[in-house]
């Protein structure tokens, strides 16, 4: 029994002297969380701060909002043009060429990159500014409101450039006009004229129409007359810009009616230097290449044989590669003339070879059967070395003499004609006919080339003096 009480009052003590100790911790711990909890309060009212700081600063996630209530665009009626009802609407257009990017002759197009913009007014647009300040937006808002259906006539391909954004802009004045400005580039038709190739001039142009609305509703002009039309410095490769010009006019639709267009003219002038050094100048060389046979012998048949069909195969290149470039036009064009006119020459010049040869053996088989050739003389021997008889070969006896009534008759000098003798201060020659010319010919066929040698550059010559005066002007 006493040791029952006495454990007792040993637990009694126990748990007097822990008791304090344990309310003391109990009381810490609740201040730590106390001070926690204040802690994370405080730093969530500045995080709320902050933020709340930064919505004020970037309001962009409520600026469609305002820029819609500011210009009123819920409240209008934005697929029905300004002035519905009324006069047409004046729409003008202002144009600024960045680039021509390519020129194709086989495809008879060209590639355009400009800066497109356009000028009206929208009263329903009009927003209070007391500044009077207006406000630029992107393609975003191209999207709610009314904007000119315009498009390129004829074009074949074209699209907005939208790196790293599209590029389109608008901005709205506190009176309604609007400023709208995109970039675009366009492939267009232009219809070429290739009589000339390649000494031409081209005259293509881009046209601006629009596409829903005829002249009774939208009216489009140069907002500034000539100067609505500026560009930059264009450089090409094979043509120079000789005028850009804008003009205006309209097109009838027998199912829509009469619609306002813009035209943007420019004039095309080609470089003529490539074409000379990869055609004009080849083509010469092959000519004079090929009047140097006529200097050669003519028994030198391997020699001048070669000579022109090496020449005539060379011309056959060249027009075979000028035309591959060129486009599959029906009509003649002037360096088809040049071209084909020198192969002519060239052809001719192979020709007269043949011709001179042709009269040489002529000449000879003539005196073989005259009796001017000796009887031991053999045909095939002499002419199997190049083609035609040498004279080297030729032993030729002096000609026999006339009979003695012919010379007398026919042969009579001047002096023997019983005629009475011509006055003093007179002439006389007789003129050859034509069969004795050939004759001639036949007989010294060596004249061939002799005139040639003349006739060959003279003519061409002159064919150069009047094509060049004729495309060049």
Known sequence: MNL??????????????????????GIRNNRRRKHKALGENAKDRAKGDVDNKL?????????????????????????????????????????????????????????????????????????????????????????????????????????????????VMIRVYPDGNILYSVRITVTALCSMDFSSFPLDTQNCSLELESYAYNENDLMLYWKNGNDSLRTDEIVLSQFFI???????GLAFYSSTGWYNRLFINFILRRHIFFFMLQAYFPTMLMVLLSWVSFWIDRRAVPARVSL????????????????????????????DIYLWTSFLFVFLSVIEYAAVNYCSTLDEMRRMKTGKLPTSYNVNQAMAFDGCFHDNDLEL?????????????????????????????????????????????????????????????????????IYWSMYSS
């Open 4 to 25: 029952v009480l006495l454990a007792v009052r040993w637990l009694c003590l126990v748990w007097a002297m822990a008791w304090p100790v344990t309310v003391v911790t």
């Open 308 to 335: 022109g069909m090496t020449t005539v195969l060379t011309m056959s290149t060249i027009i075979t590669g000028v035309s591959s470039s060129m486009p599959q036009v029906s009509y003649v064009k002037a360096v």
């Open 242 to 248: 000789q005028r850009f010009h804008p003009s205006s």
């Open 55 to 167: 919505k004020k600063q970037d309001s962009t996630k409520s600026l469609i909002v305002k820029t819609e209530k500011l210009l009123k665009i819920k409240e209008h009626d934005f697929a029905i043009r300004p002035g519905f009802g009324g006069a047409a609407l004046p729409v003008g257009i202002d144009v600024q060429v960045e680039s021509i990017d390519s020129i194709s002759e086989v495809n008879m197009d060209f590639t355009m990159t400009l800066y497109l913009r356009h000028y009206w007014k929208d009263e329903r647009l009009m927003f209070p500014s007391p500044s009077n300040m207006s406000r630029t937006f992107d393609g975003r808002l191209v999207k709610k409101i009314w904007v000119p259906d315009v498009f390129f006539v004829h074009s074949k391909r074209s699209f907005i450039h939208d790196t790293t954004m599209e590029n």
């Open 397 to 465: 006896t002096p000609y026999p003499c006339l009979p003695t009534a012919m010379s007398s008759n026919h042969y009579r000098t001047p002096s023997q004609n019983p005629v009475d003798p011509p006055t003093e201060g007179t002439r006389l020659r007789r003129q050859r006919s034509l069969r004795e010319n050939l004759d001639l010919l036949l007989s010294k066929s060596y004249l061939i080339d002799s005139y040639s040698r003349i006739a060959f550059p003279m003519s061409y010559l002159l064919f150069n003096a």
